[in-house]
């Protein structure tokens, strides 16, 4: 059944590229094509330059500033569903024809679809009878071993940031072609407004294009949560190898840009995209392991590699034949690979190394609400002394936040003051953004601070016992999910029995463990929507046992540490889950969306 389930993922390449072709063919002749740069790398995943070229493509380019002076009187643009972008392009076109007499065509090609605002624009500028605006949307893009992505980097800002739910169709529409290929699950499980609202289009969608052909179904169970119910699994730092190199140097389509710096390697080369995938036989082996037992596994592979190459010096000449020409190049693919894990954990180390530990336990402590003054004056420290950059000290100022619901007035202006001294006043509006969110919020007082509710509070509390540890709603439904661990002395990192070792032992992401609830069956579905907030549950018919086969879709994205918790429960499980969203997401780029 795996390779049956792999075969069917696989399929999703071939219908995004056959829908990319089929719309190019519809523009007769040779054509341009100029490319958002954003949108390079999912798009090479899909399909390549000679498929293109086949389908009447002639020169590319990245869009720039500097106007492409194209030989085609046909040119097509690539770039995402948003004005700014949509102004730029308008700008070039512009300037193309005020400078040439020659007469263009233009076609647009809008990701993830056509919006009415952008055709008004291109009105507005009065080049509409030059342009012919079209939508396109890849499918889920396989980028590893079960971790599929719609590389939709705009989805969270526009979505959740700008509360614009114009690009919910779009994931709905996803979602369709999966059940139309894998069946529709016996099982489904929407948590949040966003993943409700989604699931009512995907039933539109069902009565307008169709149904399953297929009766029976590959799928047990299908969640569809919102991002927000878990903001903690972005902010917190990750533990995993993967999930570090994309907090230090970011992951695109699974591309990671890191260069070597070594003796015979001058700095100012460009860095290098290196492809992580599975295949990668180094890789396979670090990607999900914890960063504390990563080097070990690479130096025990570079010693191998140094036997196996004293080996090589002393073997007759039959042999020596045999060896380059089956094994050499192998190994010397394995040694500069080898030679780029070591090189980028060094970075991080680099990088991280100095105040990880430190702010483990902050995090840690934050988690558990314990040291709240200590906690606060750790981040105000990291801003006054540079410790972090903006991104990392609004990162633990929201992680106290969600943990602990909001800070008190006076611990929210420190921070604010301090940060906008820090780093300027043009992010005063970053603090309204996060607010919106629920990220980094005002804790509300039990009693009011105005002089006359405080008497009649004085009065109260003569007679009435406060409660002095009150729980945040975060703890609340944490411990009822079992969020936490039962840690023992020594937590082993290096052979993890839990999912909570992508946090460094000290929590469970809360999505990958309503997974494990499922799977196990320890909750009934009843007591499992009363503990999970906006959460409901779609039977598609009546099943003594659901398959053991799950797919998981994060409204918002999802994190490499949550993938890495999800492919360790597959192991402890039996289960095959695959794990997909609206793109990657990490805790910087959710701080960036706000900036």
């Known amino acids: 059944m795996q390779n049956t389930l792999d075969k069917v993922v696989g399929s999703l ?11 190019l063919d519809k523009i007769p002749g040779q054509k341009d ?12 995943k899909i399909v390549g330059v000679i498929k293109l070229r086949s389908h009447g493509v002639g020169n590319f380019y990245k869009l720039d500033k500097s106007t492409v002076a194209s030989s085609a009187s046909q040119v097509v643009y690539f770039i995402p569903s948003n004005l700014v972008t949509a102004k730029y392009v308008c700008d070039q076109i512009k300037s193309v024809i005020r400078q040439n007499n020659k007469k263009y065509h233009y076609y647009i090609i809008l990701f993830p679809k056509k919006i009415t605002a952008i055709d008004q624009l291109f009105e507005e500028e009065g080049i509409h ?19 599929l992505s719609l590389e939709h980097e705009q989805f969270f800002q526009t979505t959740f940031v700008e509360s614009d739910q114009s690009f919910l169709p779009s994931v709905a529409k996803s979602i369709w072609t999966l059940q139309m290929l894998f069946g529709k699950p016996q099982i489904t499980l929407l948590q949040g407004k966003l993943s409700q609202q989604i699931y009512l289009q995907l039933e539109m969608l069902f009565d307008k294009l169709g149904f399953p052909e297929r009766k029976d179904t590959d799928i047990g169970y299908f969640l569809v949560v919102d991002r927000d119910i878990d903001f903690a699994s972005m902010l917190l730092t990750p533990g995993t190898y993967t999930s570090l190199l994309d907090e230090v140097f970011g992951i695109k389509s699974s591309i990671v840009d890191f260069q070597i710096i070594g003796k015979n390697v001058e700095k100012e080369n460009k860095p290098k995209g290196h492809q992580l995938s599975s295949h990668d036989e180094i890789y396979s082996q670090i990607k999900n392991r914890h960063f504390s037992d990563v080097f070990r596994f690479l130096s025990n592979k ?6 196996e190459y004293k080996r090589s010096q002393n073997m007759p000449l039959q042999e020596m034949k045999r060896y380059i020409s089956q094994e050499l190049q192998n190994i010397t693919n394995v040694k500069a690979t080898l030679a780029y894990h070591i090189s980028a954990c060094e970075s991080i ?3 991280l190394g100095p105040k990880f530990e430190s702010l483990q336990n902050v995090e840690q402590n934050m988690l558990e609400g314990r040291n709240r003054r200590e906690n606060n004056s750790y981040i105000e420290d990291c801003i006054a002394m540079g410790l972090c950059n903006k991104v990392g000290a609004l990162r633990l100022s929201c992680l106290q936040s969600i943990t602990q619901d909001g800070m008190s007035s006076d611990e929210l202006n420190n921070v604010k003051n301090e940060f906008l001294h820090a780093f300027g006043y043009k992010y005063l509006t970053s603090f309204h953004k996060l607010e919106r969110l629920g990220l980094l919020t005002e804790q509300h007082s039990l009693i009011s601070s105005e002089a006359t509710a405080g008497i009649i509070a004085s009065k109260v509390v003569q007679v009435v016992s406060l409660p002095t540890n009150r729980r945040s709603a975060f703890y609340t439904m944490a411990q009822k999910l079992k969020l936490f661990p039962e840690l023992q002395e020594k937590y082993d990192l290096k052979n993890p029995k839990d999912m909570s070792y992508v946090f460094n032992g000290a929590y469970i992401p809360a999505v990958c463990q309503i997974a494990n609830i499922l799977l196990k069956q320890e909750l009934s579905f009843d007591e499992l929507i009363k503990i999970v907030p906006n959460c409901s549950l779609k039977m598609n018919k009546s099943i003594d046992k659901p398959l053991r086969t799950m797919f998981i879709y994060f409204v918002g994205g999802f994190t490499y540490a949550e993938a890495a918790a999800c492919q360790l429960l597959e192991k402890l499980t039996g289960a095959q889950i695959f794990i997909s969203g609206t793109s990657v997401n990490n805790g910087n780029r959710l701080m960036e969306s706000c900036l």
């Not at 009878?129 to 079209?134: I, S, W």
């Open 13 to 23: 390449n071939l219908i995004s590229q056959r829908r990319l072709t089929d719309l």
């Open 129 to 147: 009878g030059n342009v012919t605006l079209y939508g396109f949307q890849w499918e889920l893009i396989n980028l590893d071993s079960n971790i």
């Open 302 to 307: 570079a010693k191998d590699l140094q036997v």
């Open 349 to 351: 180390i680099s990088n």
């Open 33 to 44: 094509f100029i490319i958002d740069r954003d949108l390079i790398k999912p798009l090479e």
